[in-house]
């Protein structure tokens, strides 16, 4: 009797994927056509998470510039008289005395309503306010001057306004310059701000120096919102103090809120993908794994010859398994590939149309590849388990 | 001496009781070139798998190289087949594509050799099947006669203990045939020890050994003397 053991010889990796790719090969057509369900499904779920997931870094890079670091004081509901309450004149400089508040700016409400002439009747507000606002007040916002200046000490003093970024666009004006009546007088337009996201209601507000709204509109100077700039570690010690600063009296009267909360709920509503079109996207990828299961069904039974030619030549039923599972994950996963490149490439044309940065959560493109080796090993399986069991006989036989 | 194949009373039974084999003796010898011939339907591609290991018998002990093929796991066999035995069909089955080189060194996949070695080994086969400057080409630009000696390197190339070949002219037209039953001659006289299968008289006649079957059964096991082929003698161990 023979020594030899009849061991059969191994298949290295590298033969494995050449054995496995070798039916792809040969029918490139067919690789691309039932590959491509799996890109479909791989791409839409990529797209989904990808476009929310820029939409959510453009808003948490929004908050980084803007800061969350502004708080903002508004007078409350009196609680004896049940009117508006008045803040303190004097509030906007003891809240600047809090350690850790480096800027303070106020504005207050005035009567006269802006328009652009006399044509225009006094109750068309276009939804637009007019403020007195304090010098300091672009800084603790972080604003900016999108053209002309800001007010100052010198131009505060004459009827001169400058208008948040909505203000100018529903007054149509543009330039610096023109004029816009406020009350019974003309204004001259002396600057335009860019947009402010935390303060919104400064985006529709026509702003006018402290002194000139007492001189030429009747400002009572008393303030209707403060906002309050401070380091980022006292945020909470001074949002402590702030009412009772702003109002020793009645601190009941004060109301305070964090203008930047809204952008995180916001960011945070914006991460969360749209999950109808997510199982969109996973009925593609299902629909997908059908298509490769018949792709490999079909290849088993065109490849019979082949089959019982390798069982000539020598390899086990476990080579024929792993031969044709190697050949379903081959395929699935080339049509995964293509599907993250293409989800990839949507999210990227959609955050660059839209402004924002180009994210592609990792765990996105690693759990649309889990899925698409699942499904090409649960595809391939049967139809190798098939291959392996062919008898080579029968493999052989000519027709 | 030594016996390569060694079968004792076998016996086939298909699903559905058609018996194509009944009690076949048959012992082949290291070195050995034979026909097997017989009608159509007389049960020799039935023979050639068993003897090739791809099927088992119903009744009767089949011995391969000294395994006794009974005792083999599936696994075990499909070793027995990677290490021990050539197989030729009469349709080629080389897989379309790819070079002649490379459907070569495929007869040696499953032998545990690096690649390197499989892809050296097999441009050594088809320098030796006279395909030396057809390495490159595929299958589709071979002729049938060019194919089937590729098929034949392949079924070399791992040095086997027996080639089997079934019908190996079967698809081929005379010259060719004759060009690949030369190759098989020149091979034997190499040392391969060499089993074709046919139905043509006068392929077998030209072999140094016949063993003729008809319903399953060996009737007749004779050993031609003439033509020897130079180089020496062919051994002829046939029963009668
Ligand atoms: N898988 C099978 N199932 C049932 N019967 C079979 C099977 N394979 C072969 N047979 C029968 O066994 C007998 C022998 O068949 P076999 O293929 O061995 O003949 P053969 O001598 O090779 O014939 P040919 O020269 O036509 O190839 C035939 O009667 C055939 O019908
Ligand atoms: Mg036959």
């Known amino acids: 009797m023979p020594r030899d053991r009849l061991t059969p010889a191994r298949l290295g990796p590298r033969d494995v994927v050449h054995v496995g790719s070798a039916g792809l090969r040969s029918r490139p057509m067919r690789v691309v056509l039932s590959a491509l369900g799996i890109a479909i499904g791989i791409a839409t779920m990529i797209a989904v998470v990808g476009i929310s997931a820029s939409s959510k870094a453009q808003l948490l890079q929004q908050l980084d510039t803007l800061g969350t670091n502004m708080l903002k004081v508004a007078p409350g509901q009196d609680m004896f008289s049940g009117e508006k309450a008045k803040l303190p004149k004097e509030a906007p400089g003891m809240i600047g005395r809090i350690p850790g508040v480096e800027d303070v700016g106020a504005v207050g409400d005035v009567k006269p309503t802006v328009r652009r002439s006399e044509k225009i009747p006094k109750s068309d507000t276009s939804g637009l306010s007019v403020k007195a606002a304090s010098e300091s007040l672009l800084k603790a916002l972080r604003g900016t001057v999108r053209a002309g200046t800001w007010l100052n000490d010198a131009n505060g003093r004459y009827p001169s306004v400058v208008l948040g970024s909505v203000a100018a666009e529903r007054l149509g004006i543009t330039v610096p310059g023109q004029q816009v009546l406020i009350g019974k007088q003309y204004f001259t337009v002396i600057g335009i701000l860019d947009p402010l996201p935390l303060a919104p209601e400064i985006e529709r507000a026509a702003l006018v120096g402290w002194q000139a709204a007492g001189t030429h509109l009747d400002f009572d100077g008393h303030p209707t919102q403060i906002y309050e700039r401070s380091t980022d570690t006292s945020v909470e010690s001074v949002h402590k103090l702030l009412a009772r600063t702003t109002d020793p009296q009645n601190p009941q009267n004060v109301e305070i809120s964090n203008p930047s909360a809204t952008l995180q709920a916001k960011a945070a509503t914006e991460g969360a993908f749209d999950s109808l079109l997510l199982g969109l996207g996973g009925v593609a990828l299902l629909v997908g794994g059908v298509g490769v299961a018949n792709t490999m069904i079909i290849s088993v039974l065109e490849r019979r010859h082949e089959i019982g030619l390798r069982r000539s030549l020598g390899a086990t039923r476990g080579q024929i398994r792993i031969q044709f599972v190697t050949e379903s994950l081959l395929l699935s996963g080339l049509g995964g590939l293509a599907g993250v490149v293409l989800g990839a490439a949507a999210t990227y044309v959609f955050a660059a149309s839209g402004g924002m940065p180009w994210a592609i959560p990792p765990w996105a493109v690693g759990g649309g590849f889990a899925a698409t080796l699942l499904i090409g090993s649960v595809a391939g399986l049967y139809p190798a388990v098939r291959a392996a069991r062919l008898p080579p006989t029968l493999a052989l036989q000519a027709g | ?240």
Do not use: W
């Open chain 2, 1 to 240: 001496m030594t016996t390569v194949v060694e079968l004792n009373q076998v016996t086939k039974e298909y699903p559905g009781g058609v018996a194509a084999l009944r009690g076949v003796d048959l012992h082949i010898e290291r070195g050995e070139l034979l026909a097997i011939v017989g009608p159509s339907g007389s049960g020799k591609s039935t023979l050639l798998h068993i003897v090739g290991t791809l099927d088992r018998p119903t009744a009767g002990t089949v011995a391969l190289a000294g395994h006794d093929v009974a005792a083999l796991s599936d696994r075990r066999l499909s070793a027995l087949r990677a290490r021990h035995i050539g197989f030729v069909f009469q349709s080629f089955h080389l897989v379309a594509g790819v070079s002649a080189r490379d459907n070569v060194a495929e007869g040696l996949l499953y032998s545990g050799l690096a690649r390197a070695e499989r892809r050296r080994r097999a441009a050594t086969a088809l320098e030796r099947v006279g395909l030396g400057d057809r390495m490159h080409h595929r299958p589709h630009e071979l002729s049938g006669g060019q194919r089937q000696r590729v098929a034949i390197a392949r079924a070399v190339v791992g040095e086997p203990d027996l080639l089997l070949a079934d019908e190996p002219t079967g698809a081929l037209d005379s010259a060719s045939g004759e060009a690949v039953m030369q190759l098989l001659h020149d091979l034997n006289g190499d040392g391969a020890t060499i089993a074709v299968i046919t139905h043509d008289g006068g392929i077998a006649g030209a072999l140094p050994r016949q063993v003729r079957i008809r319903d399953g059964q060996v009737v007749e096991d004779t050993c031609t003397r003439a033509p020897l082929p130079a180089g020496g003698e062919v051994p002829c161990h046939a029963t009668d």
